[in-house]
């Protein structure tokens, strides 16, 4: 199965050699940014999500939600 991204990032960026304590003060730093700072073992990741993107997240988020929903109904001899 090869799968193909919607949306790929506007734009990321890779940093090594990164404190712990570094990546804490940039996410407080950066927190009101549409950003995503993922870090591991020292390697940070910055990447800046396009709006098609954001917007999948949210409509997926949505459709995940309602499914739910209609299950716990379900259950409960709702529906």
Partial sequence: MVTT???PPIEL???????WQTYERLLTELSDRRLRLTYNC???EIMA???EHERFKKVSGRFIETIILMQ????NGWI
Avoid: F, N, R, T
């Fill in 13 to 19: 960026i890779h940093l090594s050699g990164i404190s």
């Fill in 72 to 75: 716990y109904m379900a259950k």
């Fill in 5 to 7: 991204p919607l949306a």
């Fill in 49 to 51: 999500p396009s709006p």
């Fill in 42 to 44: 020292g390697s940070l």
